[in-house]
């Protein structure tokens, strides 16, 4: 069936350095890739996302790269801040036949910036 | 600044008792979904509807779980009887029209099963 796998599963880094963390998705036919944050006890919530007709987007801090081909995308946090770490989720769209689709969610990768 | 809300936020309740949760979607969404997180098994999908309508449910067992949206401002869900493995945090979120559009999250039932 239709899986994401995200590695790695867990990320600690210094306060000031990049934290870079990789998913991998089984259906080529995935179209939409978002990237959720969930802070402790909290709702997960949208930070970026991309779509397949392009292989890049940046929003200040954050970035996503998008390889169709290898069916691979990743998200990239510059100069990290201790207020970036949190759980933070991939997910590919899947498309259900005429009935829509669905997000297929990576297991998570826990993000700890030390000070 | 819109927001899903989802009631209760915390529910501890025994073995075979029924649990409803629900929540409101925002306001002029048109899609609804239910999500399951556990540690083990991370955020899955259980149940999808669009204007109202149920395209998905895949992801939910069947002979113990009910989704349903009686009117658009309203999705609920029910499992009957509970067990100690339904135990976890339960999300709805809501977006605009097509399941690539953002998915907005609400707070979360967590819910216990004793």
């Known amino acids: 069936g239709e899986n994401v796998e995200q590695h790695p599963s867990t990320l600690s880094v210094q306060e000031g350095d990049s934290a870079v963390i990789k998913c991998t998705y089984s259906?080529?036919?995935?179209?939409?890739f978002p990237w959720y944050k969930q802070e402790l006890g909290k709702r997960p919530q949208l930070i970026i996302d991309?779509?397949?007709?392009?292989g890049e987007k940046k929003d200040q801090r954050i970035a996503v790269t998008l390889n169709k081909t290898a069916k691979h995308f990743s998200l990239h946090i510059t100069e990290t801040q201790p207020e970036d770490s949190a759980v933070y989720f991939c997910a590919a769209s899947i498309k259900l036949g005429n009935q829509g689709g669905k997000l297929i969610f990576g297991q998570g990768t826990e993000l700890s910036v030390k000070p | 600044d819109a927001r899903v809300t989802q009631t209760p936020r915390h529910k501890v309740t025994e073995m075979g008792q029924e649990v409803t949760m629900r929540c409101q979607p925002i306001l002029g969404h048109n899609t609804v979904f239910w999500y399951r997180q556990t540690m083990m098994q991370g955020l899955e999908l259980l149940a999808y509807f669009r204007n109202r309508a149920p395209l998905d449910d895949s992801g939910m067992p069947k002979d113990r779980f009910s989704a349903e949206m009686p009117d658009a401002t309203l999705a609920t869900l029910k499992i009957q009887p509970s067990e100690p493995r339904d135990s976890a945090v339960y999300f709805c979120?809501?977006?605009?029209?097509?399941?690539?559009?953002?998915?907005?999250f609400g707070p979360g039932t967590r819910l216990t099963v004793l």
């Open positions: 979120a809501s977006g605009k029209l097509a399941y690539t559009d953002t998915q907005y």
């Open positions: 259906d080529s036919a995935s179209n939409y």
């Open positions: 991309i779509r397949s007709n392009v």
